[in-house]
C-alpha cells in the first residue's frame, strides 16, 4: 500500500500504472479516452502512437515478451477493439503478460446498441485471459492489481479492462497500491527425487524446453542440468532462444520444418522431460510426433499453471513450477558416480549442425547464407522478429541463437507481427541490433507501422522475403489442389519505393555479398532500413519447390 490518490479516475489509471514500473504503453488515440491521454502528459510515462490498432497491441505483447511483465496498449471501444483482437490472440496462444485497456461507451448508455459499442466480455471472453469492467472510480487500483496479478500468474495471458468513458472523468480517492507480488511456484523435493530415478533409469531420454517465463540465468541453469546428466536438449516452436544452440547438448528446434533425425530421436526416447511447454499442435506435429493423450514414452510434464497439466497430454510424474525455479532446483540435482554417461546429446548435436549447412541451388538467391549473415552481423544480443509463414522457415533451420530474450516470432501463427515486434524491441533495448524478417505478405499487413519506426527514429533493419505469393497457403493449395492457383498471387508495390516513401533508406539486394553490403550501410544509419529479396516464387521452403 502506498497511500491514496486523489483525482480523476483517469488520473488514478495512470498513476497506478506507473507504481506498476510501466514507462511504456503502445495505443491508437480515442475520443473515449482522451482524459487517461491527458493524464499521462504528467506522468512518466511514453505514449507511442501507432498507426492501426492490431499493430499496437502487437507491440504491446512483444513488451510483454521481452520484459515478462504485462505490455500495455490502450484502444478505443468498437473498431478500435476489433482490430486489436490479432494482438490479445498472439498473447493468449504464446503465454505473453499483456494488458488491454478498451475506451467504451458511458455506463448510461451501455446495452442500448450505442456508437461503437460491443459487448466486450463476449467478445474478448475466449480470447482474453479474463475481461475486467471498471465502473466504479473508487476501485480502479483494486482491480488494476487485479488485472496485473492475473496476466502475470500461473499461465501468463492477455487481460482486457474496460473503460467507460463517463467513469474516466469521475474525481474519487482511491487507496493507491504497490505492484502486487507474484506468485511463483517451485518443484517439491519428492517430485524431484522421482525424476531423478527416472533418469537413472532411462536409456534414451531427451529434453523439451520452451513455453513462458524463462530468463537468461533459468536457461544457463538448464544448460548445467543438461551437461551434468548429458541431455540432449530440443526446443518447442519459435522458443529457440531458451537454450545456446552452439551448447554441445543442443538438439535443435521441435516445429515446423523439423530435422527428421530429431523427429526420430524424439519418437525413440523412453522418457521425455518437458519443461515449460504445453505441447501444442506444432510442437507435436499434430500430436502425432507424442502420441496424444498418452504418449509412448514415460513423461515427465512441468509447467507453472496446474491447470495445464493433464489438461491434453497425460503425464506419469506432473510438476507445478516456474522455470527459473524448476532449472535452478534440476542444475542441483546430481547424478549417480556410477551412472555413465551416454552419447545421445553430442550425436544430437551433430545431427542439427549438419541440418544447419545451407542447401541453395546454384543460381538461387541463397536464403540460409543470407540469414547467416544476418546472425553474425545482430551478434549474441540481437533481436530478430519475424510473423508467420514459409518463409520464416530459414529462419527456424538456419539462424543460431545464442542467448534468451532475442527471439521474437508468434507461437500462435499470426500473420503481421514482425514489423510491430521490432518497432517494441528497438525501443525497449535501444542499445541492441533489431532486424525484422518478413515475408511479402506478412509485411503488408502490418508494413503502415514503418511511420511509427521512423517517428520513434528507430534503427531497425526490415528485410522483405518477397516471393508474389501467400506462400504457405499456396503450398497447401498444390498440395490438395495441383496446378489450381486461387486467391495465392500478389501483385505487389515496390517495396523499395514504398518504403523511401516513409522516409526509410531501402534497397534492393540480389546477393549475399550485396546483403551483407547493405547491412553495414544500415549500421552507419540512424533510422530505419529496408531490404528488399526477390524470391522465385517456386521456392517455398529450404527443401520444398514448386
Not at 492477455?158 to 497500491?177: F, G, I, S, W
Request: charged fraction near 20%.
Amino acid at each position: 500500500m502506498t497511500g491514496s490518490s486523489v483525482g480523476t479516475a483517469a488520473a488514478v489509471l495512470v498513476d497506478q500504472l506507473r507504481l506498476f514500473g510501466v514507462d511504456t504503453v503502445f495505443g491508437v488515440p480515442g475520443e473515449s479516452y482522451l482524459d487517461v491521454l491527458d493524464a499521462m502528459i504528467d506522468a512518466p510515462i511514453r505514449f507511442v502512437a501507432c498507426r492501426q490498432e492490431g499493430g499496437a497491441a502487437m507491440m504491446a505483447e512483444a513488451w510483454g515478451k521481452l520484459t515478462q511483465r504485462p505490455g500495455v496498449c490502450f484502444v478505443t471501444r468498437g473498431p478500435g477493439a476489433t482490430n486489436a483482437s490479432a494482438g490479445v490472440h498472439v498473447a493468449r496462444q504464446d503465454s505473453t503478460p499483456m494488458l488491454l485497456f478498451v475506451g467504451d461507451v458511458p455506463r448510461p448508455n451501455r446495452g442500448r446498441e450505442a456508437f461503437q459499442e460491443i459487448d466486450f466480455e463476449a467478445m474478448y471472453g475466449q480470447v482474453a485471459k479474463a475481461v475486467i469492467r471498471i465502473d466504479d472510480a473508487r476501485r480502479m487500483p483494486e482491480l488494476l492489481a487485479r488485472a496485473w496479478l492475473c496476466a502475470v500468474s500461473g499461465r501468463p495471458g492477455p487481460v482486457v479492462v474496460t473503460l467507460p468513458e463517463d467513469m474516466l472523468r469521475e474525481c474519487c480517492q482511491a487507496v493507491a497500491l504497490a505492484s502486487p507480488p507474484i506468485p511463483s511456484p517451485t518443484p517439491d523435493a519428492a517430485s524431484l527425487a522421482e525424476l531423478g530415478q527416472l533418469l537413472v533409469a532411462a536409456e534414451r531420454p531427451f529434453v523439451l524446453a520452451g513455453g513462458p517465463g524463462w530468463t537468461q540465468p533459468a536457461s544457463e541453469a538448464l544448460q548445467r542440468f543438461a551437461e551434468r546428466w548429458a541431455l540432449p536438449v530440443g526446443v518447442s516452436f519459435r522458443r529457440q532462444d531458451v537454450f545456446d544452440n552452439h551448447h554441445g547438448c543442443y538438439a535443435g528446434h521441435v516445429g515446423i520444418g523439423i530435422d527428421p533425425a530429431l523427429a526420430s530421436r524424439i519418437r525413440g526416447a523412453d522418457l521425455l522431460l518437458v519443461l515449460g511447454s504445453r505441447l501444442g499442435e506444432i510442437t507435436t506435429g499434430g500430436y502425432r510426433l507424442i502420441d496424444a493423450p498418452r504418449p509412448a514414452q514415460t513423461l515427465v510434464h512441468v509447467h507453472p499453471d496446474a491447470a495445464e497439466l493433464g489438461r491434453v497430454y497425460q503425464a506419469d510424474l506432473a510438476i507445478v513450477s516456474a522455470m527459473p525455479a524448476c532449472s535452478e532446483a534440476l542444475a542441483r540435482l546430481e547424478p549417480p558416480p556410477d551412472r555413465i554417461a551416454g552419447t545421445a546429446a553430442g550425436e544430437a548435436h551433430r545431427d542439427w549442425q549438419r541440418f544447419l549447412q545451407p542447401r541453395d541451388a546454384p543460381g538461387e538467391l541463397p536464403l540460409a547464407a543470407i540469414v547467416q549473415s544476418l546472425a553474425a552481423w545482430l551478434g549474441e544480443k540481437g533481436i530478430v522478429c519475424n510473423g508467420a509463414g514459409n518463409y520464416a522457415i530459414w529462419l527456424h533451420r538456419h539462424y543460431s541463437w545464442r542467448r534468451r530474450g532475442t527471439q521474437l516470432a508468434p507461437t500462435s501463427g499470426s500473420m503481421g507481427y514482425g514489423v510491430p515486434a521490432a518497432i517494441a524491441a528497438a525501443l525497449r533495448h535501444p542499445d541492441r541490433r533489431v532486424a525484422c524478417w518478413a515475408g511479402d505478405g506478412c509485411f503488408l499487413m502490418h508494413g503502415q507501422e514503418l511511420a511509427t519506426a521512423v517517428a520513434e527514429r528507430l534503427g531497425i533493419v526490415f528485410i522483405v522475403v518477397d516471393n508474389g505469393q501467400y506462400g504457405t497457403i499456396r503450398m497447401h493449395q498444390e498440395r490438395r489442389f495441383p496446378g489450381r492457383v486461387a486467391g495465392t498471387r500478389l501483385v505487389n508495390p515496390d517495396f523499395v519505393a514504398l518504403a523511401q516513401a516513409y522516409g526509410v533508406h531501402a534497397e534492393a539486394v540480389a546477393s549475399a555479398l550485396a546483403f551483407e553490403r547493405a547491412l553495414a550501410r544500415a549500421a552507419r544509419g540512424d533510422g530505419p532500413f529496408l531490404i528488399h529479396l526477390k524470391l522465385d516464387a517456386a521456392r517455398l521452403t529450404p527443401d520444398l519447390r514448386l
